[in-house]
């Protein structure tokens, strides 16, 4: 029987969202095909094996009594997971794959699946330079523009010492974009840092709000259209692509932090409101996409549909995974059940 290392909680702050991923994850995961050895990390960073209830994973109270729950340890040479519990008891687990149900910082950017390529146990999902490349914002768009000519939004890149001349800046972005633009950080998500300016006043605000998040920001034109996703499922090269589901705002201005996680006005569209000309074309662009970024196993691709066509907006390697979230609900909608989801994905990830 194969061991799965599955990871949750994390330094990120999209914690939360990760310990909702990892619950929903958990109660679907088929004890009969795989040991499990689950692994929480505090919102400091440390490292327990977790055996306890399923509920206070969900709840968040799995972290209330760390101090009788096993440390744990990677030894970077074996590639065994050491386990230490309080009274000094050490066990070691070789695990088959890692699956980091994780979002953001240290865990979708590439940083946990290098210490894991450095120990030879597989992840689930892309790896080290392809997971980096798709959390930074501006990188992707080098990429996917340069590989592939499909159309996103016009952008200027920002640093904090092109920020030192605010009044620089933004007539840059004003000759090079115009109004409205959103202001963004390159690395990182669930819309924190994210603005809509709408005039000269709000410009230096929005800017040293995303600079808060992430050394670099993307300045970019506004794309004036329905927001569309698609999930895409790797196994061994093949590549498939869900049906596409379509966010639906609730009048909310834009996609942010509020309308996703807080206010219960959003909503989707499953499927998305598009012809199937334009299923057919969003579907061959999120592959090719998927494809340009050296994805594996998972992602969700993120477009704008607008009058003139589909506008790439960006990929989630580690998208959410609870029970609401859009890329189980699209691939659920696509013909499999959330455990088959889970241990297809799982199988595509041995070799
Ligand atoms: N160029 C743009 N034109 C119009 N709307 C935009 C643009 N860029 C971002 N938005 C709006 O802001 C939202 C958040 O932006 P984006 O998806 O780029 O960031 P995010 O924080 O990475 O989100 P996620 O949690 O999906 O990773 C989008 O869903 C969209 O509503
Ligand atoms: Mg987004």
Redesign the pocket.
Known sequence: MKTICILFGGRSS?YDVSLSSAYAVLSNIDRSTYNLLCIGITRDGRWFRYDGALEEIRTGHWCDYTETLPTVALDLSSGKLRCTAPDGTVTETVCDAVFPVL??KFGEDGTIQGMFAVAGIPVVGCGCTSSGVCMD?AFTKSIVAADTGIRQ?K?VIARAEDAADMDALRTKCENALGY???V??SA???????S?VKSAGQFSDAVTRALAEDGKV?I??????R?IEVAVFEDHGELFASTPAE?D?GG??????D??YISDASGYYLPARITPEQTAEVQAYAKTIFHALDCKVFS?V?F?VTETGF?F??I?TI??FTPISMYPKMMIHSGMTYAGLIDRMLSATFA
Request: aromatic share 10%.
């Open positions: 999209e979002h953001g914002k939004a952008a409205p633009m959103f963004k950080p990182a998500g669930s819309s924190v840092g994210v809509k993307l970019e034109e506004a794309i004036v259209g927001e966010i705002m909310s201005e834009f996609y942010d932090y309308t996703k969700r993120d704008f506008v907006n960006e989630n998208p959410g």
